[in-house]
């Protein structure tokens, strides 16, 4: 095509008639499964949360912004915004691992939780916020998450 401006034209047509016939299905975020204690390091605790996800869209995504209270035995732990990517594959439906890392001065006060949900092997742990999820650069959806329950605590991982 010659013309640019009817090639664009064009090309946000065809997307806009792909897009409305996309069903898209809601994603649902189930209770955390369990804790893993991470790396241990002089300034901060990783800490990795096992949460099953399942995805009955015909299309993949992945968390794109996280906004989440953490407390742990009701002490709080912090503030989670950051996390490493997660993509969720389409038709999918299994256990994905979120990564968090808590600075010692946030972890002081929840020092003696932490230790003793490492004895007991487990914590109860309440998540309050929510999770965007992002699929084709365009489409976003924000899930709310209101969790409060028990969870196994397993150890360092092994590599």
Do not use: W
């Amino acid at each position: 095509m010659k013309n640019p401006i009817l090639y664009k034209l064009l090309l946000i047509t065809l997307i806009a008639i792909f897009f409305t016939g996309c069903k898209i299905q809601e994603v649902e975020i189930g209770k955390v499964q369990g804790l893993k204690i991470g790396d241990i390091k002089k300034d901060h605790v990783s800490l990795e949360f096992m949460i099953p996800i399942k995805n009955p869209n015909n299309f993949k995504f992945k968390l794109s912004k996280v906004d989440i209270d953490i407390s742990m035995n009701k002490t709080d732990l912090g503030k989670v915004k950051k996390i490493r990517k997660i993509v969720v594959p389409a038709n999918s439906e299994g256990v994905h691992e979120f990564y968090i890392e808590i600075e010692y001065k946030k972890l002081m006060a929840g020092t003696i939780a932490l230790i003793g949900g490492l004895f007991t092997k487990k914590a109860d742990i309440k998540l309050n916020g929510y999770v965007k999820v992002k699929a084709f650069c365009i489409i976003s959806k924000k899930i709310e998450i209101h969790e409060n329950n028990p969870v196994k605590m397993f150890d360092k991982k092994k590599k």
